[in-house]
């Protein structure tokens, strides 16, 4: 179900961008830029609710750190995203079977087959640093510094 061409494009984030919006990830200039675009309504950009989830999960595994509370850190963020208008895309409970397709199709790893799905049912450009995305063709995909050489 791709997106007819002359659609407006509408973008979904998941969550190695929106961590780095904060000044913790190792891409925050680019996640700075993509925000700005978005609060400058040059992007129609949503959040995917579950990078929230994925995000907690790291930050319990270790696998990323704060420099504050885990409560500070997701206040900031949700509150940012509110503050400039910045939609939260909710999953739904279609987002299950067809992450499961997506997992045996293309072996893709649990968070990224239901940022796959979501994008698929909202019919939205996912846009991520992880390029295992290229592989699924049910759906567009760019890197974020492809966005930003559009913008030019």
């Given at each position: ?30 996640a700075k ?92 450009t996912l ?8 592989k699924v ?16």
């Amino acid at each position: 179900m791709k997106k007819a061409k002359w659609c407006f494009d509408l973008y979904l984030v998941e969550s190695d961008l929106t961590y780095s919006l904060s000044s913790l990830g190792r891409h925050h200039e680019t996640a700075k830029a993509i925000f700005k675009a978005a609060i400058e309504k040059t992007l129609d950009l949503s959040v995917s609710s579950l990078c929230f989830q994925e995000i907690d999960l790291l930050i319990k595994s270790k696998i990323i750190e704060l420099g504050t509370t885990e409560e500070e850190f997701f206040d900031w963020t949700t509150g940012t995203l509110k503050e400039y208008g910045i939609n939260e895309a909710e999953m739904k409970p279609a987002d299950a079977a067809q992450s499961i397709r997506f997992r045996k199709k293309y072996g893709l790893t649990f968070f990224d087959s239901y940022y796959a799905a979501q994008a698929y049912r909202l019919q939205r450009t996912l846009v991520s640093f992880d390029e295992e995305y290229a592989k699924v063709k049910e759906i567009e995909y760019k890197h974020p510094e492809e966005i930003l050489e559009e913008l030019g």
